[in-house]
């Protein structure tokens, strides 16, 4: 059956494998963060289709607004104007071609003609206010603790990205 | 309730929008070079700098201190994101969800105070 | 919901977590505030008495019955309880170490860090063994790998940690990523996350191509989790984040996380995978249908840590290859799936706890000295001092599962649990002799060193209290469990009733 959503669906499935690809095979480092925000964007189109709209919000602003961005910071900050080098084919690219290929397989066998008995969802009404009452009302003890995974990652992160000031002597040479 | 197909071609303003948005560029762009006249020199290539002979390339490496206003940006995001819906369910929840957040945010404010008191938030 | 139904769950069972997280709150907060003139060991020693509270609530809640708050998120069973005690007393062991952990190379500044990114580590930790709810699992598996990610990296100025950081910071990236991909599948597959419900909608799968995409999810878990049991296929990463980071994170690294490692395994394999019926039989359930691989990987994990740990000349890499060593032999425990699985696995992590700690206790003794961490600086240490040489004896013969210490107590009940079932796993009860043996070649090869190679020159050492006291804990609980094992059993049997209540 030839439905929108089905084409819909192919479109950002490719736009999201190529733009994984494209990250793999391309050599300058800014036209990967690029291939990326393909792949991002793709992902947020893939979960409006599966009715999970927050989610593509948040796809959006966090993955193609800030990693997007902390990725770009990061190379600005080291040398940006770097390419990989084009390395030949050696039997370790081979075997792990090979290795994705047969996951990739393994996982095709599994779902191809899967079936489920689908229910009538009604995730697309009020998404968000279901998220909110189901996150703040029976998950508060995960979500009390993401507050301190995000404390411990913002002080991790100052802790590693800080320039120190020298501590004794060295600035003072 | 709302059909999901009525709510799904409801998208199709924002893929419009979209297509829109990615081809003006692209064809602004094309017509551009179609137009525009093509006489490549030497001295075009070279960056500007006020009339003084340029010595080196024109990006420079950045500071490692933006790099912490990067990462701090994306972990308040993410407090951000949780807000939201918190916002949106909050006439449903009651005073309870007013104390869990603000639990939340005190966690975050430390980080904050965290970044303050260590001076990653001044700007030299 | 509101106000009433929330203060009605019974919040004391989460005493311990909040007496962690408070102490991780309160120093954090102290740390920024307090004058830099005072020294940052006091914070340790805060954290320290964090930790010892919240072993002694835990304690007054250990004949609690089974309780869970807010559908399951934070569960309190005997799993939980018996668990949860190991992984406070590591941590407590470690902070002692920690306290005493002379700060260097661009670590000076981060002192009260170091501190309580412990206890959030250990946090994250305790939440992964009481939790029957697959959210609360990863946020705790996060929590933990997050903090240890950041402890690896704190000596900035060295390029050992920085390179120990990122390695780990890569290898937990792909490995929290196959989890979860694999976790999804069983989310999809059944519409919950909670464990229990997850189980019983896995009861009723009956058709062979929703059994194969189970497989596949039950492979990415172990796989992804694999990474923090060191054990095959994700043990790379282990020997260099071992010497690159501090001293006292590789202990915690190699107890505190290899236990939670182990109890996120337990939890998931067993509430899941237990439920999962094979080919529609009821006789054989999915998990025990699969020992086989389990029992390949932990036969792997044994070969590979044990043979290249022979030709080590860092100590901390030894030790790195030593705990993947381990890591295999419990993991013959998980794959024999005997019915004293649970104590044999809790016994054998009790008695790797203290010999693991103890040993690094001494290293970073030596290694502080000597400001290198090639193996022959333990040359003439009886010599040098007595004491520590007898200690660091005892713990080397407990790892290496000689008569008399907790090691060997621990290695016969894995044996005797792999050989109880039928079949019996012949196989993996050989590799696991064999491999022991070889082990004997590098605990070996370090006693020569202590006992009968000449001291390069005859300094004193002076221990720090602490120090001290993580050894002389650690090598009493090794000997005394070596001889009476039946007081950790007892313990186990009064307090725990068998696990009964893992699955109810």
């Known amino acids: 059956m030839l439905s929108g959503e089905f084409i819909a669906f192919i479109a950002l499935a490719l736009a999201a494998i190529m733009g994984g690809v494209l990250l793999l095979n391309l050599t300058k480092v800014v036209h990967m963060v690029v291939a990326i925000v393909f792949t991002f964007v793709s992902i947020a189109g893939i979960y409006v289709l599966l009715s999970a709209e927050f989610l593509a919000a948040v796809q959006i602003l966090i993955y193609s607004g800030a990693i997007t961005i902390i990725m770009l910071f990061g190379i600005m900050l080291t040398k940006h104007n770097d390419e990989s080098e084009a390395k030949g084919i050696g039997w370790r690219k081979v075997f792990m071609f090979l290795g994705v290929l047969a996951f990739g397989a393994a996982v095709y066998i599994g779902i191809y003609d899967l079936d489920f008995a689908s229910e009538p969802s009604e995730l697309h009404v009020k998404n968000t206010e279901q998220i909110g009452l189901a996150l703040y009302s029976d998950y508060i003890i995960p979500f009390e603790l993401t507050s301190v995974v995000l404390l411990v990652a913002l002080v991790g992160a100052i802790i590693l990205a800080r320039k120190d000031d020298g501590g004794k002597g060295e600035d003072k040479k | 309730m709302e059909l999901l197909n009525l709510y799904q071609n409801n998208y199709l303003i924002v893929f419009v929008f979209l297509c829109l948005g990615v081809l003006l560029p692209v064809v602004a762009l094309f017509f551009g070079k179609l137009l525009r006249p093509y006489k490549p020199l030497e001295s075009k290539y070279t960056t500007y700098e006020s009339g003084i002979e340029p010595f080196h390339d024109s990006r420079v490496q950045f500071n490692v201190r933006y790099y912490i206003f990067a990462l701090m940006f994306v972990i308040f995001d993410v407090e951000t994101v949780f807000l939201y819906p918190w916002a949106v369910a909050y006439e449903k929840l009651g005073i309870f969800a007013l104390v869990e957040m603000l639990i939340f945010v005190v966690m975050l404010l430390i980080g904050l105070i965290y970044a303050w008191k260590k001076k990653v938030l001044k700007w030299i | 919901m509101d106000m009433d139904k929330l203060l ?166 792909i490995s929290t990523a196959i989890t979860l991909f694999g976790m999804s599948y069983v989310f999809g597959m059944t519409g919950s996350t909670n464990l229990r419900q997850i189980a019983a909608a896995l009861l009723n799968v009956d058709d062979s191509q929703q059994v194969y995409i189970l497989g596949l999810a039950f492979l990415m878990i172990f796989v992804g989790l694999s990474f923090k049991l060191a054990s095959a296929p994700f043990h790379m990463w282990a020997p260099d984040v071992y010497e690159g980071a501090p001293t006292p994170v590789t202990a915690f690294l190699s107890v505190v996380s290899k236990t939670a490692g182990f109890v996120i395994l337990i939890r998931i394999m067993f509430t899941v995978f237990t439920a999962l019926p094979v080919d529609g039989e009821y006789s054989q359930t999915f998990l025990f249908a699969n020992q086989d691989y389990i029992g390949f990987l932990a036969g792997a994990t044994m070969i590979i840590g044990n043979v290249i740990a022979l030709r080590q000349r860092s100590i901390k890499r030894l030790f790195a290859y030593s705990s993947i060593a381990h890591a295999g032999y419990i993991l013959v425990a998980f794959s024999a799936m005997s019915f004293v699985m649970f104590e044999a696995i809790w016994f054998y992590l009790l008695a790797y706890l203290f010999m693991n700690v103890g040993a690094f206790a001494i290293i970073q003794l030596l290694t502080m000295k000597e400001g290198t961490e090639d193996i022959s600086h333990f040359a003439g240490l009886y010599r040098r001092s007595p004491l520590l040489a007898v200690a660091m004896a005892i713990f080397l013969l407990s790892l290496a599962g000689i008569p008399g210490t907790a090691g060997f107590i621990g290695k016969i009940q894995i044996f005797i649990g792999a050989l109880m079932v039928s079949p019996a796993h012949y196989v993996l009860v050989s590799i696991m002799i064999a491999t022991t043996v070889v082990s004997y070649f590098y605990y070996f090869g370090i006693m020569t060193q202590i006992f009968f190679r000449p001291a390069a020159h005859h300094e004193k050492i002076a221990i720090q209290p602490g120090t001290a006291v993580a050894i002389i804990v650690s090598a009493a609980a090794t000997i005394l469990f070596g001889i009476m094992p039946q007081l950790a059993y007892g313990f186990l049997e009064s307090n725990f009733k068998a696990f009964l209540d893992f699955l109810a």
């Open chain 3, 8 to 173: 009605s769950f019974d919040w004391g069972l989460m005493a311990p977590e909040f007496l962690i997280l408070g102490t991780a709150t309160i120093l954090a907060v102290l740390d920024l505030f307090l004058p830099k003139k005072i020294n940052r060991q006091v914070l340790g020693l805060f954290g320290l008495a964090g930790i010892v509270a919240a072993i002694v609530s835990l304690v007054f809640l250990l004949d609690n019955e089974t309780g869970s708050i807010l559908l399951e998120t934070f569960r309190l069973d005997s799993f939980g309880k018996a668990f949860k005690l190991l992984l406070l007393t590591g941590a407590g062991l470690v902070m002692l170490l920690a306290i005493d952990y002379k700060p260097n190379e661009g670590m000076e500044e981060y002192r009260g860090e170091f501190f309580y990114l412990f206890l959030t580590a250990l946090l994250g930790a305790m939440m992964m063994s009481s939790s029957g709810d697959l959210i609360t699992l990863f946020i705790g598996l996060e929590l933990l790998s997050i903090s240890s990610y950041i402890l690896a990296g704190i000596r900035k100025k060295n390029t050992a940690s920085n390179e120990s950081a990122m390695k780990y910071v890569i290898n937990g990236g």
